[in-house]
């Protein structure tokens, strides 16, 4: 008897050995997400290498003619020319609006000539994005990405240009300096003076703020 009682005593034993710590069966399942690719957009702004330039001189008859060749050129009272720097803007983003700065170093300049510049649109045309300023007098322009082909919103982006999505050697925005040698300047005041007009600086930054944007929660 006392045998019989060891034996069942040791199977206890064994089934809670084999218990010991073992968890149900609950039934489980999982599944993956399809996910998705996010593309970033871009940022970006090229000056052309050069400026071109034409004699547009209110008396001349061939006003506007090209001026082949600046540095054989000479001015005289009476001159005004015009001098047209190409931007070729590119912004891609749902949501991408930015500031384009155009920074300007003032010219140490002869007596009777005044240069001023303005931001205009496009490769041609008169559409103008920044009134006339004095060189040396910083410029700001609103630019926003283009909206087609974009996801749902509806963005009014008010006071703002529409640039293109990629750089494509065209001219968005142009900068044009105007030159002018005071008609009335008398005797020999200026005679062979140089007007150094150094390059301009074209600075892009995203903003967020302004149309289509709130004040961050």
């Known amino acids: 008897m006392q045998n019989k009682t060891k034996g069942i005593l040791a ?3 064994g089934v809670a050995l084999l218990t010991s710590g073992a968890t149900f069966a609950l039934w489980t399942d ?9 593309t970033n957009g871009r940022l970006d702004v090229n000056a052309a290498a050069v400026a071109t330039w034409a004699d547009v001189s209110a008396d001349r008859t061939d006003r506007g003619h090209a001026i082949t060749d600046l540095a054989t050129w000479r001015m005289v009272p009476g001159d005004t020319i015009e001098g047209t720097q190409a931007l070729d803007v590119a912004l891609e983003g749902d949501n991408l609006v930015a500031s384009l700065v155009v920074d300007s170093t003032a010219a140490t300049l002869p007596t009777g000539v005044t240069v001023t510049y303005q931001v205009l649109a496009g490769a041609t045309g008169t559409t103008v994005l920044a009134e006339t300023r004095e060189l040396g007098t ?12 974009q996801a749902a919103g509806a963005p009014t982006n008010t006071g703002t240009t529409l640039v293109g999505a990629t750089l494509d050697g065209v001219a968005d925005l142009r900068v044009v300096y105007r030159v002018a040698f ?4 008398a005797g ?3 005679a062979t003076a140089q007007s150094v007009i150094q390059g301009l600086t074209a600075t892009l930054t995203q903003t967020r703020q302004g149309a289509d944007f709130v004040a961050a929660p």
Do not use: E, K, N, Y
């Open 30 to 38: 999982s599944g993956t997400a399809a996910g998705g690719t996010i």
């Open 182 to 185: 005071d008609a009335t300047t």
């Open 11 to 13: 199977g206890v034993a």
């Open 138 to 149: 910083d410029s700001t322009v609103r630019l926003a990405a283009p909206r087609a082909g």
């Open 188 to 190: 020999q005041v200026s």
